[in-house]
Each structure stands twice: as C-alpha cells, then as structure tokens.
C-alpha cells in the first residue's frame, strides 16, 4: 500500500522538473543582464575618462587660462559673437579658454559616439573646468548619469587634474 502512495505523490510531481528550470533559467538571465548593464556602465566611464583626459591635455597647453573660483566653470554657453572670438582669438569679456576646453570635450564626445559601435548613452553630461593660479593646477569634471538596458540610472564622475604647462617665452 505504501509502494502505491508513494507512486501517486511521483506522478503528481511531473512539472516540478520544468518548474525548477524556469526558476533557474530566469535568475541566470536577470544575472546575465545585470552583468551586461555594468559591463556597458565600465565602458561608458572609459569614454568619459578618455574624453576628460582629451580637455585636461588642452587645458595644460592654453595660453593665458583664466582663473576660476574654486567652484569652477559649468558648461559654458556663448552666444554666436563669443563663440566666433574666442574661435578667432579676438578679445571678448568672456572665458574663452575654459569655453574651448569644454569645447574639446564635447568634440571628443561626439567622435566617440560617432566611432563606437555602441552608442554614448550617457545623459545630462555637465563638464566643469577649474584653474587655480596659486598652485597651477588644471582640472576638469565631467559628470552624467548612465542610462542602461536593465539597470536603473547610474551617475559616473570623471575628475581629472593636472600642471598647468604653459609657459610664456
């Protein structure tokens, strides 16, 4: 009587086996994607690494970088007569070389995406740049958060510094 009781409950468990897969397969492809969304994150960080150290080279290099206040300079927005003098090294009450050092990051942004084959998918990118004349230090931030497939936002900070190079012949 037992062999029979204990046959019935095998037969009534037939799905567990599909069951126990399913679980299995769906937390093995959850951890899949979250593995691919922070692979994706890593390179967009690379991006923006490599874009803030293009902009920290330029900004070592200028001639006559104006100094900022230790909060630094964000996203500099000239109208079309700044932009062409600072373009042409004409005088403008405006700064010019923090602009052009922004300037250089957002090219290199844009060459970026335009090579990759996966898209920036980077948002609100903000780019600081700093220059502190008592110790001759450049510096330059950029900041974005990182949109991904699976993962909610994730915010990225690149923070690069370097000498200030230029000197006056």
Do not use: K
């Not at 090294?89 to 084959?117: D, G, H, K």
């Not at 609100?124 to 958060?145: E, K, M, P």
């Amino acid at each position: 009587l037992r062999d029979m009781e204990s046959l019935a409950l095998s037969e009534d468990e037939s799905g567990v086996a599909i069951l126990e897969w399913s679980i299995v397969l769906s937390a093995t492809l959850l951890l899949m994607l979250t593995f691919f969304d922070m692979c994706l994150a890593l390179t967009q960080y690379a991006m923006l690494t490599n874009a803030a150290n293009e902009g920290l080279r330029l900004a070592q290099v200028l001639p006559a970088l104006e100094p900022t206040s230790p909060a630094g300079l964000t996203d500099l927005i000239p109208t079309t007569a700044q932009h062409d003098a600072c373009i042409n090294a004409t005088f403008v009450a405006f700064p010019c070389q923090q602009y052009l050092v922004q300037l250089r990051v957002q090219n290199a942004l844009q060459r970026i995406e335009e090579s990759n084959s996966l898209p920036l998918s980077v948002d609100a990118v903000s780019i600081t740049t700093f220059y502190s004349t008592t110790d001759d230090r450049v510096g330059l931030q950029v900041t974005g958060n990182f949109i991904g497939f699976f993962l909610p936002s994730i915010p990225l900070r690149v923070d690069t510094q370097g000498a200030y190079l230029y000197e006056e012949l």
